[in-house]
């Protein structure tokens, strides 16, 4: 919770803060994210507006997770901005004049209660957006090796004589069709002596 009483109601008040605060739980996706109590670094600019407090900040964390192509650990970090604004709860009747209309706007709207903003909602939306989809302990990871599970970037040329299962019946139809040729050279090299002999 951040405390704006010292804005008041002043619009074109501003308050400039740099906080470290905890991570809360949950904070990224299944492969990478921010590791619950990592110190989560917050630069913020509070702005007074005629309806609320405009937000602008910039959240700095440190990202753990695995690499999706070979899940080796990996660690980086992250960098997001964002900006929200949060309205005075006595601005919900002017909030509803302007957008009778629109509840799904109505419902996403932030409040201040007491004076105090909860910046969780909206610094976990930034985070979460500003993550990788599809991490990647770097960009020319050739992953896992299907069969055996080595990693492919210490050996590029790892490889196996294995057959794909799938093309395993034309394999054997290939064979087939080799010791069937060994077969016909047989009797044509026999059939070319017995002609030498007459």
């Known amino acids: 919770m951040f405390d704006t009483r010292e804005l008041g109601r002043r619009p074109g ?5 740099s906080r470290s605060v905890p991570a809360p739980k949950d904070l ?13 670094q917050l630069d913020l600019r509070l702005e007074s507006v005629m309806e609320g407090v405009l937000v602008t ?8 997770g695995e690499c999706v192509r070979c ?11 964002f900006q ?12 509803r004049e302007a957008d009778s209309d629109d509840d799904a706007e109505e419902e996403d709207r932030l409040f201040l209660e007491d004076d ?17 989809l599809q991490p990647v302990c770097r960009e020319d990871c050739l992953g896992l090796c299907p069969d055996c599970g ?14 794909d299962i799938r093309w395993a019946a034309l394999q054997g139809l290939a064979d087939t069709i ?12 026999a059939g070319v002596d017995e002609k030498q002999e007459k």
């Not at 900040?57 to 753990?64: D, E, F, K, N, V």
């Not at 929200?84 to 909030?95: H, V």
């Open 13 to 17: 008040a501003l308050k400039r803060l």
């Open 28 to 40: 990224g996706i299944e492969v990478i994210g921010v590791r619950e109590g990592a110190t989560v």
């Open 57 to 64: 900040g910039t959240a700095r964390a440190p990202l753990t």
């Open 71 to 81: 899940l080796e650990p990996l660690e980086r970090e992250l960098e997001a901005d």
């Open 84 to 95: 929200e604004m949060y309205s005075y709860p006595d601005a919900d009747a002017w909030g």
């Open 116 to 132: 105090l903003l909860d910046l969780e909602p909206v610094l976990r939306d930034a985070v979460v957006l500003s993550l990788p």
């Open 150 to 163: 080595m990693r492919l970037t210490d050996d590029p040329d790892h490889h196996h004589d294995a057959v």
């Open 178 to 189: 080799k010791d069937g040729e060994k077969d016909n050279m047989g009797g044509a090299d």
